[in-house]
């Protein structure tokens, strides 16, 4: 059971990426799944989620408009698609399940099955 995150990279501010969160060993259907980042001496922050059964979704105002996760259910799949990036967006970007809460509110229950994180960097 588990998530690898993918998708990182450097981009020059305003750039895209599109992260994704693979999922094995469970079904999206099981868990929300939310995607956290964490810069060099910060806290870590909660970016978006997505609902386990009717794919509510819940971004932080921080990234709100410019950040949009999704998921394919067939690929197992969550993905945060990233705009108009910004120097401050740097950071490991990681996804975990959410295995006690069904539906995305901004508040997290008991997080699990992190994934390895992946690096993005905005520089110019």
């Known amino acids: 059971v588990q998530l690898q995150a993918s998708g990182g990279g450097l981009v020059q501010p305003g750039g895209s990426l599109r992260l994704s969160c693979a999922a094995s060993?469970?079904?999206?259907?099981?868990?929300?799944i939310a995607w956290f980042r964490q810069a060099p001496g910060k806290e870590r922050e909660g970016v978006s989620c997505?609902?386990?059964?009717?794919?509510?979704?819940y971004t932080a105002d921080s990234v709100k408009g410019r950040f949009t996760i999704s998921k394919d259910n067939a690929k197992n799949t969550v993905y945060l698609q990233v705009n108009s990036l910004k120097p401050e967006d740097t950071a490991v970007y990681y996804c975990?399940?959410?295995?006690?809460?069904?539906?995305?509110?901004?508040?997290?229950?008991?997080?699990?099955?992190w994934g390895q994180g992946t690096q993005v960097t905005v520089a110019s």
């Open positions: 975990a399940a959410d295995i006690e809460r069904s539906r995305c509110t901004g508040y997290y229950g008991t997080l699990a099955y």
């Open positions: 060993g469970f079904t999206l259907d099981d868990y929300a």
């Open positions: 997505i609902g386990r059964r009717d794919g509510n979704t």
